[in-house]
């Protein structure tokens, strides 16, 4: 049954073509409601890409919130300089979230003269992009019938950096909380790091694709030694894979483990020491990615070590139906020789890949407007 037309708008600080996990929910939420025939508008920051044959394709009309002024502090110099540029980088993100508390501005400024929407939805990270829907939406002007804030990773319950968020920000999270008529989290375990007063807005909404779209190839075991893959970033201490890499040399089994990452300096010890069984490549793009994942035997997994963010990889995971060896800071890393010899009885469990159908994620967003 078709469902009613709609039109919606979308606002994100990325957009195809970049290879990040916010850029793959604006583009697949915009593409997917543009395919079931509603008017979709999304604004994002100018880029500089050309995007003449993607629109041609898709019948989306894209706006620009402008070019961003505030750069992000590179880090680069000698040893001092560095330090001191990242002590200015951290504590300017923290006092202020600079740079990206300048999409609160452009994004107010913008929606100044957008009204009579069905439905907006704000992606986040990064958060201003919500505060500025919230700077301009009032009684008078609500942008949208129903505004759907999405949430990738929460902001003052996030528990994966070194640093908490100042306290007054917990003002700004509920300031724009009671603004928003729904707030969207990718699984149940994400709620519980939201405060108590904004539970009855929450809806489980995970992140979504065309699967039908995706040529995933069929596995088939490899002659020789085993071959297991990760791919994303590492964080010290939390997704560290020092551990595992020592495990590995000294069992002394025979083994290729590819890892796809942009952080190749935690590995070059161990790739000293371990030469042509680790195989350190930069990022591909998604649909490559998921290619090679798909031949692999098993994959790795890095736990956040929280409840309340899982690592957005093990969607790709759970596509390509490969086994998973998630490593968590209690983990018996022992278990790896059991992966290499081929048992994966202690495979990590995820959802269907059916779950992240992008026509099922569309569905439940529809659903929320029919409902407020």
């Not at 996990?21 to 604004?43: C, D, I, M, N, W």
């Not at 798909?294 to 596509?319: C, E, R, V, W």
């Not at 081929?342 to 990590?348: C, I, L």
Request: charged share 25%; glycine share 6%.
């Amino acid at each position: 049954m078709t469902m009613q037309k709609r039109k919606i708008l979308i606002l994100s600080a990325t957009f195809y073509p970049a290879n990040s996990p916010r850029s793959f929910r604006t583009t697949e939420l915009a593409k997917e409601f543009a395919r079931q025939g509603h008017e979709v508008v999304v604004y994002i920051p100018h880029n500089g890409f050309d995007y003449s044959a993607f629109l041609q394709e898709h019948p989306i009309q894209l706006k620009h919130l402008g070019k961003l002024s505030y750069k992000p502090i590179k880090l680069k110099g000698k040893k001092m300089e560095m330090l001191l540029r990242r002590g200015v980088k951290r504590a300017l993100g923290l006092l202020f979230e600079f740079p990206s508390i300048e999409l609160m501005f452009k994004v107010s400024r913008h929606l100044k003269e957008e009204s009579g929407y069905d439905m907006l939805i704000s992606i986040a990270v990064p958060y201003p992009i919500h505060w500025g829907i919230a700077r301009i939406r009032s009684g008078r002007n609500r942008i949208a019938k129903t505004w759907v804030a999405d949430c990738g990773d929460p902001y003052m319950g996030e528990a994966t950096d070194s640093f908490r968020k100042l306290f007054y920000f917990k003002y700004v999270e509920k300031w724009f909380f009671r603004k928003t008529d729904f707030i969207s989290v990718p699984f149940e375990g994400a709620r519980s790091a939201y405060y108590p007063e904004f539970q009855e807005k929450i809806r489980i909404i995970p992140q979504g694709f065309r699967l039908d779209e995706l040529a995933i190839p069929e596995y088939k075991k490899k002659e020789g030694c085993p071959v297991f893959a990760y791919a994303g970033s590492f964080i010290p201490g939390r997704r560290d894979p020092g551990p595992l890499l020592d495990c590995l040399l000294k069992n002394k089994a025979e083994f290729r483990f590819i890892v796809y990452t942009s952080q190749s300096g935690m590995l070059v010890p161990f790739k000293k020491k371990l030469g042509e069984k680790l195989i350190i490549r930069d990022y591909v793009s998604r649909d490559d990615l998921l290619l090679v994942l798909a031949g692999m035997d098993f994959l790795i997994n890095f736990d956040n070590n929280t409840h309340t963010q899982l690592p957005s990889k093990l969607i790709d995971y759970a596509i390509t139906g490969r086994p998973i060896f998630n490593i968590s800071s209690d983990t018996d890393l022992s278990i790896i020789m059991e992966f290499l010899k081929g048992d994966y009885s202690r495979k990590m469990d995820l959802p269907p890949s059916s779950d992240y159908d992008i026509r099922t994620v569309v569905k439940k967003f529809a659903q929320l407007q029919n409902s407020n």
